[in-house]
């Protein structure tokens, strides 16, 4: 919903995750609201992400830590056959399908994906 920095401190602000405001319920197209009125009283509403860390309805929600450093995930990536639809020890093409497999094995040269 795009809401408007001053939206926080405005008089019919409705403080919900699903709401912007009584008036404007999914918030306003431009950039300035014909009908903000400043709420005397209120103060401005911080918005602080931590690193490692993202809001999501409200909740502060914890990244969960990689297992795999960022070698091993460009490596995943280049060679993998669901990135690359090909076996990584013969090239051979592994064809997708539909459920996406959980286990990609080469049939042909008797490749077995042990990254899972």
Known sequence: MPKLPECDRCLLYAHNSHLICA?????????????FRINPDAAPEEVWEPIGASYYNGELILQPEQRWSQAEQLQLLDRHPMFTGRCPECEMPILP????LVHWDCAHCGWKDDWV
Do not use: K, L
């Not at 008036?23 to 009908?35: F, I, K, L, R, Y």
């Not at 399908?97 to 996406?100: A, K, S, V």
């Open 97 to 100: 399908t539909y459920p996406p």
């Open 23 to 35: 008036v404007h319920p999914t918030g306003v197209d431009e950039d300035e609201c014909p009908d």
